[in-house]
């Protein structure tokens, strides 16, 4: 019986700290080009944070090949349809990662990429919507080794 309080425990504990990473992640002050690269391509709209997932491994053991999935959660019709997405590495020499332009007859918004990344750092992901919404989700990566060329 003890065992399975010890599980609990255990979950328990690793839920909270994996909501602790991902607050840590978001609330990480965002250097202010990348900022600047964030508005170039998103505009002045504030940013909501849902309705986006942004999936990296916590470990990149080679910072040459992250692999990087964003999926925005959208029906794709109507006001419910995102029509671009960014992808920002706060600590990369060049913040703007990727962008995607989606258009009107795709049946999900869902992009994958491998990308490099100097060193371990916070990753930004931005969603724009046909309403003029945008939505952001945040991630940390640590990188063993670096995969830019400085």
Do not use: W
Not at 8 to 13: F, N, S, T
Not at 30 to 37: G, K, L, N, R, Y
Not at 83 to 107: C, D, E, K, M, W
């Amino acid at each position: 019986m003890s065992g399975i309080m010890i599980d609990r425990r255990l979950a328990i504990g690793g839920l909270l700290g994996l909501v602790a990473l991902k607050g840590a992640a978001a609330s990480e002050a965002i250097p202010a080009e990348v900022t600047a690269a964030i508005r170039e391509k998103v505009g002045a709209a504030e940013a909501s944070e849902g309705g986006i997932t942004l999936k990296v491994p916590e470990t990149a053991e080679n910072g040459a090949f992250v692999p990087v999935t964003v999926t925005v959660h959208s029906a794709m019709r109507g006001d419910d349809r995102c029509t671009a997405i960014h992808l920002f590495a706060t600590r990369n020499p060049t913040p703007g990662v990727a962008s995607y332009q989606l258009g009107a007859g795709l049946a999900r918004a869902e992009v994958s990429a491998r990308i490099r990344l100097a060193e371990g750092q916070v990753l930004l992901a931005y969603a724009r919507m046909a309403d003029g919404s945008v939505r952001r989700a945040a991630a940390r990566v640590a990188v063993s080794t670096g995969g830019c060329l400085t």
